[in-house]
C-alpha cells in the first residue's frame, strides 16, 4: 500500500471536487480501490502502488488543464479521468493529444473518444464514411473538423454541409420567416460547430465567398462537387431518393461523412429512411467506410450515458413483451 498527497494551491478545489464534490465522486468510481480523503485544498489518497500510480497520472493530467485555463467544463473534466480514453498505464493516449484544428478563443480540436478516433482514421483511408450512432458521441463535430482541416490544408476548395429539414413534429410551413429563417434552426448545429472552429470574421468571409456552404439537402440536387468536403448530418432523415441524390453528387478529389442516429427518425411513417438503406446494401465498398459509435463515447454531460442506457433498456423490454 503507498500514500500520496497532492496540493492544490495554485489552483481551485472546487475545479477538481465539484460542487458537493459530485467530482471527487466521480474521480472515486473510477478509482473504486482507492481511498480517497478531502480537506481544503489537499487531497489524500492510499491504495495498490499500481492504482495510485495510475490516478496520478491522471490527477496531474486534470491539474495541468485546471492550470492551463483556470477552469474545467465537465466535458473536458470527464475526458481526462473517463476510462474509455486511458492506456494501460493510465496516461492519456499519444493520438488523443493530435490537434486537428486550432479554433477560435483557443480551442483545440481533437478526438475525444474511441469512435470518434475511428472516424479520424476511416478519413485518412477513405473518400466516404458513415458514421452512425447515439446523439452526444460528437459524430457532426468530429466531421466538420476534419472539413476544416482539409480546408486549411488546400486539400479542399470549399466545404458543403447539409441536413435534411426534417424534424420531430415540426413542418416548414409553419415556422415564421423566409426560407432562410425558415431552414437555419434546422442547421444551427453546424454553425456552432464551425464558430467553435474558425475565428468570426474569417467564418464571414467563408460564408459570403461560398467556400462554405450550409445548405438543405433538397438544394443539393443537380451539383456535381469537385474538391470539396461535403458533409450530410441527421442523415437518417433523408429519404432512399434524397440519400442516393446526396452520393452520386460527389465530384473528383472530394470526400464524405454522412453522420446519423437511427434511433431517431422522424420521417413520415410511410417514408423510409436512406441511411438504413446505404448501411445494408453498401457495405464491403472500396473508399467507402461505416463507423459505428457507442453510448460510452458521449462526450456530453456524464449523464447522457445514462438516459441513453434508459432508453435502451425501455426499447428491449418492449421488444421482448
Do not use: W
Not at 29 to 52: C, S
Not at 130 to 154: D, N, R
Amino acid at each position: 500500500m503507498v500514500e500520496h498527497t497532492f496540493l492544490l494551491e495554485d489552483i481551485s478545489p472546487l475545479e477538481v471536487f465539484g460542487v458537493n464534490n459530485l467530482r471527487l465522486q466521480q474521480i472515486e468510481t473510477e478509482f473504486p480501490e482507492v481511498k480517497f480523503v478531502a480537506r481544503g485544498d489537499e487531497l489524500k489518497v492510499k491504495g495498490n502502488e499500481e492504482k495510485v500510480t495510475k490516478l496520478k497520472a491522471i490527477l496531474d493530467a486534470l491539474f495541468t488543464e485546471i492550470r492551463r485555463r483556470g477552469n474545467i467544463s465537465e466535458v473536458r473534466f470527464t475526458e481526462i479521468i473517463g476510462p474509455d480514453i486511458r492506456n494501460g498505464n493510465g496516461s492519456l493516449p499519444a493520438n488523443i493529444d493530435e490537434a486537428l484544428v486550432h479554433g477560435s478563443g483557443g480551442i483545440i480540436v481533437k478526438p475525444k473518444n474511441e469512435g470518434q478516433r475511428q472516424i479520424v482514421a476511416a478519413g485518412q483511408k477513405n473518400d466516404v464514411i458513415f458514421a452512425t450512432g447515439p446523439a452526444g458521441t460528437g459524430k457532426t463535430y468530429i466531421a466538420v473538423a476534419l472539413a476544416v482541416k482539409a480546408l486549411k490544408e488546400k486539400q479542399v476548395k470549399k466545404i458543403v454541409l447539409c441536413r435534411p429539414a426534417v424534424d420531430a413534429g415540426e413542418s416548414l410551413g409553419f415556422l415564421p420567416g423566409d426560407m432562410k429563417d425558415k431552414v437555419d434552426p434546422y442547421l444551427r448545429p453546424l454553425y456552432d460547430a464551425l464558430g467553435d472552429m474558425i475565428h468570426s470574421e474569417k467564418l464571414k468571409h467563408y460564408l459570403t465567398q461560398n467556400t462554405i456552404e450550409i445548405v438543405p439537402l433538397a438544394y443539393m440536387r443537380g451539383r456535381t462537387l469537385n474538391k470539396a468536403f461535403i458533409i450530410l448530418d441527421e442523415a437518417q432523415n433523408a429519404t432512399e431518393m434524397q440519400l442516393k441524390m446526396f452520393l452520386t453528387r460527389l465530384g473528383e478529389h472530394s470526400h464524405m461523412i454522412i453522420t446519423g442516429d437511427d434511433s431517431q427518425i422522424d420521417l413520415p411513417h410511410r417514408q423510409k429512411s436512406g441511411l438504413l438503406q446505404c448501411m445494408r446494401i453498401m457495405q464491403g465498398i472500396k473508399g467507402m467506410a461505416f463507423v459505428r459509435l457507442k453510448a460510452t463515447d458521449v462526450v456530453r454531460h456524464r449523464l447522457v450515458r445514462d438516459i441513453l442506457a434508459a432508453y435502451e433498456r425501455e426499447d428491449t423490454r418492449k421488444k421482448g413483451g
